[in-house]
């Protein structure tokens, strides 16, 4: 594989017959080797997948992660090693097709058909040491306050977003498909809702620390 | 029992500041970010914003981070030569 710096990179790539098939080859070998080792090393949830399913997972990744090298190339502003660039471009593609694949058959409406995610009453489940009185009706206080604050503070996109992605973990990229937005209209949307919440929280007397102490046992 | 109680106060408390960066220009500027990361640079120091996003967006903190994890092992040279069978 042949070392190149960031002009014979665009010069190659954009050239034509042998040299840019010799330079997309050599781009597609090093991202190949790189989404591999990420797929192999960091990817706790692919670990039941077999080497040659990684590989072939990497391979193809490789193949879009060229694809979307070459229709951006005139966006890369050497403000960085080349490969760098087209590293974060190949861990988007990779980490992208992860996410599709794991919400494949993820619903916002059935994430939040359960109603009422808080529990009904501060009263302990069976098997867990009971509060004292004294704190099981502080718990019951704070839980009407936020169930009150979700109620009001909150728009019925906003309390699905920070439902699905604060509470229970899902990608925002699933949930921004969803409610058809974007992952940075999402996040601006979670970020709003967090802030009004904390706002109205603090405006109520009821710090953060607070509340994580009551309800953390 | 407090479990998603405990989730919704986790997630409300990283809230940050106005002004900090959001998913699109942390996107547009991760190749830069993650190449002084791997130099040994301390993003907290020189971009407490980045870290700020990071801390909050789990999409942009795993890219992040995926990036690194490759630049460090090219840097390694765990890259350059055939990966042994595990």
Known sequence: MTDRSNDEWLADLRADGDM??????????????????????????????????????????????????????????????????????????????????????FSLDDLTADGDFLPASANPVAGTKPPSPERAAEQADVLDK??????DVLTERQFQALYAVGVKGVSIDAVAVELGTNRNALYKLLHDARRKLRQHFEDEGLSMNYMLRLFQE | MYENIVHLIECISLVHQEGAIDCVSCDAQFHCWAEQAASGADLRAILPDVVAHLEVCPECREEFEAILCILRAQQSGLLDEPQESS
């Open chain 1, 20 to 105: 840019q098939a010799e330079a997309i080859n050599d781009l597609k070998h090093r991202l190949d080797r790189g989404i591999y080792y990420y797929l192999s090393r960091e990817r706790s949830d692919l670990s039941g997948l077999s080497e040659t399913e990684l590989q072939h997972m990497a391979d193809d990744m490789a193949q879009d992660s060229v694809l979307r090298v070459l229709e951006n190339l005139d966006s890369f502003r050497g403000d960085s090693q080349f490969t760098t660039w087209a590293i974060r471009i190949a861990v988007r593609v990779a980490i992208s097709d992860l996410r599709r694949a794991r919400y494949r058959d």
């Open chain 1, 146 to 151: 936020i169930r009150e604050a979700l109620a």
